[in-house]
């Protein structure tokens, strides 16, 4: 039988690739395997490869533009937010290397640490769930066009 949607000249293994990797670095991501710092900068780097597939696949379906659009737009505000996020890990790990002089100094630092790592895991946990859900909605434009 003739096929009415035409082949696109595109590049179906690097597409799997995405999806596959996507996945696995989001649970890293998720999980913060190797901490809230670079599990950002993982962030950054993942968000940064999906524009650029968005960017260079051709989708047959024109009625799918308005939606890639949108999903280019949240790309770039979670990367924002993820660039917010590293500032404020950076800003923590030098903190936690400043000396202190006295107990109140100590017990200070102590609480605003606890503070702190509260902040990044609440962050970190609402970020993981926003990445996940434009890698969702990501995986069904690419597999579904």
Known sequence: MFDMHPQLPENSDEITLFITEG????????????????????????????TLIMESKRFANRLILPEVKLLKASAGEIAREYVQFETFC????????????????????CAVRAVSRSYCATVSHLLAYKIRTFHSSLCSLLTET
């Not at 696995?24 to 490869?49: C, E, P, V, W």
């Open 90 to 109: 950076l800003d923590c790990e030098r903190f936690n290397h400043l000396a202190t002089s006295n107990w109140i100094e100590w017990l200070s630092k």
């Open 23 to 50: 996945t696995h670095r989001l649970a890293i991501i998720f999980f913060n395997d190797y901490g809230y710092l670079q599990s950002a900068r993982m962030a950054q780097t993942y968000l940064d490869k999906a």
